[in-house]
């Protein structure tokens, strides 16, 4: 995986996994999930974008919490940094 990713970018991947805040998954499993779920998209961002963009107009409802986890969680793997939410 690319190290010159941002945290969107890579929040948006981890968004697509199966990954589950519930599962309250450690630093070593949100890495994985990322880089398991971009070698599935091919190292291609794009295909990881169109599935945000149609989760969030499928449930609107439930992509504001998931993707403020995603954020949150790729800050931590990576970058050692809680937000306090």
Do not use: K, N
């Not at 599962?23 to 794009?46: F, K, M, N, Y």
């Not at 295909?47 to 449930?59: F, I, K, P, S, Y």
Request: glycine share 4%; proline share 4%; charged share 15%.
């Amino acid at each position: 995986m690319s190290t010159t990713m941002s945290v969107s970018e890579l929040a948006q991947i981890l968004f697509t996994s199966p990954l589950q805040a519930s599962a309250a998954p450690s630093s070593a499993q949100v890495r994985a999930a990322v880089d398991a779920r971009l070698t599935e998209c091919g190292d291609a961002c794009a295909t990881c974008l169109a599935r945000v963009a149609q989760e969030a107009g499928d449930h609107p409802e439930a992509y504001a919490a998931r993707m403020r986890w995603a954020l949150d969680a790729v800050e931590t793997a990576y970058f050692g940094l809680a937000i306090a939410a």
